[in-house]
DNA sequence: TATTGTTATACTCTATAACTATA
DNA sequence: TATAGTTATAGAGTATAACAATA
């Protein structure tokens, strides 16, 4: 294979992402929870309990994205909002045992993309694993 | 490193694919086009000219989907529609010469990503682009 | 004044359903 | 009748700007 440059490398990257983006909006992992809201429950389990800002800067987003997604939550009791001991402004989210339970089945049930991935080769999905690990860098560093 | 499940591995794939997305958006690769219109861009680009349906079938989503991307590349001239030789329903979707400068232009000019690829080392960067194939197999095939 | 968070508003993207025109 | 495509409508997701409450 030829070289590739950086900058063919990241245009890939962007269209792959797009395409993947798309084709796992059309075989959602759970039908009750959206995507976004997913994202809020592994965040929520992997760091435990945060303030909505928090989870917004842990997400990658503007805080006023996760207001109607934390509303939902909670509407779902899959998360609660307990006072912030020492700042009124400021409230913590943390999930009920519903929504850890969930959170933990989601990954689970990944029906659709698991089978997928079923299919390929050892070497293959190691392939994947290291590059979501590489991805994680890119998007987590400022 | 501990195995690693296909459902657990499909997870991390979910989540680490949304919050690429999330950065991408954020740092957009040129402002004067967006994400979908780049996609359909870089399909005609590397596929030549087709029709609407085909467009949509390529991109991986619904007709009504690229309706409204068309009729803004064809506003903004990046893209002319011819009639089709024998069937009066298609259309031919073509790139006009600007279309295709800016299609090849795009993939020069991703700075932000392109830069943050720069920082990777060479072995990461070729596992990224053997991931970027694999997960092309994943999202093509039925 | 500065910070945390929400509400108001707008935009991108895509889906399903209904419709038009042509085959 | 069947197919290609558009329009109408709805929903998810996110942004900026304006606001409220608290520090």
Redesign the pocket.
């Known amino acids: 294979m030829p070289e590739t440059t950086a900058a063919e490398l990241a245009g890939l990257l962007r269209l792959g992402v ?1 395409r993947l983006n ?1 084709a796992l ?2 075989n959602p992992a759970d039908a009750a929870v ?4 997913r994202a809020a429950l592994a965040t929520l389990a992997q760091h435990g309990p945060m ?4 989870l917004a800067r842990r ?13 939902t939550l909670e509407r779902q009791q899959l998360v609660r909002r307990l006072p ?1 001991p ?6 913590i989210i943390e999930l009920t045992g519903t929504g850890a339970e969930l959170s933990a089945e989601i990954r689970a049930r990944e029906a659709w993309l698991a089978s997928r991935i079923r299919g390929l080769s050892d070497r293959d999905r190691r392939t994947l694993l290291r590059a979501l690990q590489i991805v994680e860098r890119l998007t987590s560093s400022p």
């Open positions: 797009l798309r909006r059309a959206t995507a976004a809201a303030s909505p800002g928090e997400e990658g987003v503007r805080p006023p994205a996760v207001s109607p997604v934390l509303a912030h020492t700042d009124r402004r400021q409230s």
